[in-house]
């Protein structure tokens, strides 16, 4: 069964150095997002991604934050200067297209722990 | 009014027993309304998802109701069992817009055996 796949399962910074988070989507899927929960919390959304370009994002996606689709595979979530607030679980999702596809396959998560 | 808002936040059921978890929203322009289950270090799974169209879905032991004109749903789990002990989020979505997924608070659910 096709999965989104996320790497690193964890990664720990110090505070203020920059992170990449990276997915790697379904391969028929046209559209992207990043959510994070921090621990214990909701799932928030960040940012979604179609046509290489963001569709929507949060007001939590502020100029620390960006996204990339680098190649036709996988999807990036970049943190400029991380801060201690930016610790949480970041799951990647995807979907296919229209609404007779509605389903978003999650990832299993990378866990930022920022020091 | 793009909330949905989820309770209780917590639930403690017996084995054998039913799980009730409800949620509600404001925005009518939701359109898909799916439940995710989550357990510990592991991304949301879909479970099951229900349209405005139709006032209940069954899968298994799984039940969700909806009342549109209340606009409220619910999810009900049949003979709870011990492995059904995770985190569950009721969630709403446009899909007619390509819409983001808005997410309840979640509900930590534990099964007694």
């Known amino acids: 069964e096709p999965e989104v796949t996320q790497t690193p399962s964890h990664q720990v910074t110090q505070m203020g150095q920059e992170v990449i988070l990276r997915c790697v989507p379904i391969s028929n899927h046209l559209y992207f997002y990043w959510y994070r929960q921090i621990l214990g919390q909701k799932v928030e959304f960040l940012v979604s991604f179609y046509n290489n370009e963001i569709s929507e994002k949060s007001e939590i996606f502020d100029d620390q934050f960006s996204v990339e689709r680098p190649d036709g595979s996988n999807f990036t979530l970049k943190i400029r200067s991380t801060k201690l607030e930016d610790s949480a679980m970041y799951f990647c999702?995807?979907?296919?297209?229209?609404?007779?596809?509605?389903?978003?396959?999650f990832g299993q998560g990378t866990r930022l722990t920022v020091v | 009014q793009q909330q949905v808002k989820q309770s209780p936040q917590s639930l403690i059921v017996q084995k054998g027993g039913i799980s009730i978890i409800n949620c509600a929203y404001e925005n009518t322009a939701f359109d898909y309304f799916p439940w995710y289950q989550q357990f510990p270090g592991k991304g949301p799974a879909l479970l099951i998802a229900?349209?405005?169209?139709?006032s209940e879905k069954k899968e298994g032991r799984f039940t969700i109701s909806f009342n549109k004109s209340a606009k409220q749903f619910s999810l009900h789990i049949m003979d709870s069992q011990p492995g059904d002990s995770a985190t569950y989020f009721c969630?709403?979505?446009?899909?007619?817009?390509?819409?983001?997924?808005?997410f309840g608070k979640g509900t930590r659910l534990h099964i007694l055996p």
């Open positions: 969630a709403a979505s446009n899909v007619n817009r390509d819409d983001k997924i808005i």
């Open positions: 229900i349209r405005p169209d139709v």
């Open positions: 999702a995807s979907r296919r297209r229209g609404n007779l596809n509605t389903e978003a396959f």
